[in-house]
């Protein structure tokens, strides 16, 4: 996550079919949008932003593939060399038998692999002191645009005039 320094103009709407449709209108306009909070997800926000599409699911396999590979490998190891056992007449080593204990290490590298993989790409770590917000409301009930006005070359009028026509409550200026 970006730290947030300097100077933002927030839009803050009131309904999430408001805000999605003036994401392309805004940057069709040429408003450089930083980020939209809400609080909850609105389907198609990203791609309005211009987003590019999450390549969590190759952590999410990769993970998973070590967790397989560290299961059969601990398993034929030690059942078939280290401490081989004959246990009802079958093989040390025996592929099916190993089935549910694979399963099970693949599912907890995944899931412990991609809590991580999230902590650290969103900048959540237990250092991390974001306390910085836009508007208390954007956990609640309101939806907040903020808009970086050191990337923009637009005025600030110009921005807020786009802004409150394409269905802003309020407009604020916040420093940070």
Not at 125 to 150: E, L, Q
Request: proline share 5%; glycine share 8%; charged share 20%.
């Amino acid at each position: 996550m970006a730290e947030l320094t300097g100077k933002y103009l927030v839009g803050v709407y009131d309904d999430d079919d408001t805000v999605l449709h003036a994401v392309p209108r805004l940057r069709k306009a040429g408003v450089k949008i930083k980020e939209v909070y809400s609080p909850f997800p609105i389907h198609g926000l990203d791609d309005a932003l211009g987003h590019p599409r999450t390549r969590i699911g190759i952590a999410a396999f990769l993970f998973g593939l070590t967790g397989c590979c560290v299961a059969l490998t601990l398993m034929i190891w030690t059942m078939g060399f280290d401490w081989p056992m004959i246990i009802g007449g079958k093989d040390s080593i025996s592929i099916p038998n190993y089935i549910p204990i694979t399963f099970e290490l693949t599912v907890l590298f995944t899931a412990f692999g991609m809590v991580t993989t999230f902590f650290i790409s969103n900048g959540l770590s237990p250092a991390a002191h974001n306390h910085k917000r836009f508007d208390v409301r954007s956990t609640d009930n309101k939806f907040v645009m903020a808009i970086d006005m050191g990337r923009n070359s637009m005025s600030e009028e110009e921005i807020t005039r786009a802004l409150k026509d394409s269905g802003a409550e309020e407009v604020n200026i916040r420093q940070f």
